[in-house]
């Protein structure tokens, strides 16, 4: 299942998120990982994606409350020109979101692809603000960062059923 929904975050959350990823890259004291520890079926020849784990406490109480049903593991990825993920299924997350946080022309790349139920691909641009919310294993991918791009910045989360008693 895939939703795409537009403005996604209220416009003050959205603010200060998008000034925080800008703050943390360009940080001299932040740590930063990076997809070099991801399982090789998942980067291929990819570039480096840089990721950094939320850890303000209003943006993460925020997001919660938007996703009660899930425990989520929120980050910031930095997608850097001729980054991708070739396609995938999440495996062992119920759930996963993107939420677009720079703004991207058409020829940028960085498309969210998904197979749909009919053996079909669609292709989602990246847009400020926009969030893609998939679940039930669907099959998808992320296209390259193009040449010349600047740095694709997204908040990814990964999502677990919560256990109910």
Same mark, same amino acid.
């Given at each position: 299942?895939?939703? *795409?929904?537009?403005? #996604?975050? =209220? ?5 200060? *998120?998008?000034?925080?990823? +800008? ?7 932040? =740590? ?20 950094? =784990? ?6 993460? +109480? ?5 996703? %009660? %049903? ?5 980050? #910031? ?27 991207? %022309? ?5 498309? #969210? ?8 691909? %669609? ?34 989360? #990964? ?7």
């Amino acid at each position: 299942m895939i939703t *795409v929904t537009d403005d #996604f975050l =209220e416009p003050d959350l959205f603010f200060n *998120v998008n000034v925080l990823s +800008k703050q943390i890259y360009t940080s001299s004291d932040c =740590e930063l990982k990076s997809n070099a520890s991801w399982n090789n079926n998942v980067v291929l020849t990819s570039n480096t994606v840089l990721i950094h =784990e939320i850890q303000d406490t209003d943006i993460l +109480k925020s997001l919660q409350q938007q996703f %009660e %049903e899930y425990i989520i593991t929120p980050s #910031f990825f930095y997608w850097t020109q001729m980054s991708y993920i070739p396609w995938h299924d999440d495996g062992g997350h119920h759930a996963a979101m993107t939420i677009y946080l720079s703004d991207h %022309e058409e020829n940028d790349g960085g498309y #969210f692809m998904y197979e749909k139920s009919d053996g079909t691909i %669609e292709a989602i641009q990246p847009k400020s603000n926009r969030a893609i919310f998939q679940s039930n294993g669907v099959r998808h991918s992320v296209t390259s960062v193009s040449l010349g791009a600047p740095i694709r910045r997204t908040i990814q989360i #990964f999502m677990k059923k919560r256990l109910t008693n």
